[in-house]
């Protein structure tokens, strides 16, 4: 055997290979598209924060809490671009949800991701709440309308962030 030589690490790296050639990529880059809402913002992170906050708070959603994954980061001694992810509350809505399903629990509060690229664009992630019903197997119509609810909630927050098309 040869000294540094990890036949483990070219085994996963030929494997991973195989993966991208055989379109596995392609397939988990659709299923990230249409669970996952993602948007460019015009703003920096802070900015686009207050902005996405304070439209949530206008329809009773509560911010409960920042996480700040760059700032964690670097206690490790490691980089990251900044990354911080809100977690919003809205009582009502919450507990009729988890009455629909209490593994409902599970996406609730609502975490919205907002983060900087390679390149300084921030972007805007959330989980589609219409993922919601096909996961915790939902068919209530009340509930059903919540969660149409939330998703436009969440789409009005973050439209205000985002550049307008030219």
């Known amino acids: 055997m040869y000294k ?15 993966l991208l050639l055989s379109g596995c990529a392609d397939k988990t880059r659709n299923a990230q598209t249409k669970f ?5 913002s015009k703003y920096k ?9 304070k439209n949530l708070a206008n329809k009773n959603y509560k911010l409960i ?11 490790l001694k490691e980089m990251l671009y ?12 919450e507990t009729k949800l988890i009455a629909c399903n209490p593994s409902m629990s599970l996406e609730l509060p609502i975490r919205v991701a907002i983060y900087n ?11 589609d709440p219409e993922y919601w ?17 939330v998703k436009q909630d969440l789409a009005d927050a973050v439209e205000q962030t985002v550049p307008k098309e030219k």
Not at 82 to 93: D, H, M, Q, V
Not at 117 to 127: D, F, M, P, S, V
Not at 133 to 149: V, Y
């Open 4 to 18: 540094g030589f990890n036949l483990k690490k070219v085994i996963l790296t030929l494997l991973a290979g195989a």
């Open 36 to 40: 996952i809402k993602q948007s460019r």
């Open 45 to 53: 992170i802070d900015k686009t924060i207050e902005i996405v906050s």
């Open 65 to 75: 809490s920042t996480f700040d994954h760059e700032k964690e980061a670097l206690k």
């Open 82 to 93: 900044p990354t911080k992810t809100l977690e919003f509350s809205n009582n009502k809505i």
């Open 117 to 127: 690229e390679l390149n300084g664009q921030t972007r805007i992630a959330y989980t």
């Open 133 to 149: 019903s096909l996961k915790h197997n939902i068919h209530n119509s009340d509930c059903l309308k919540l969660i149409i609810l």
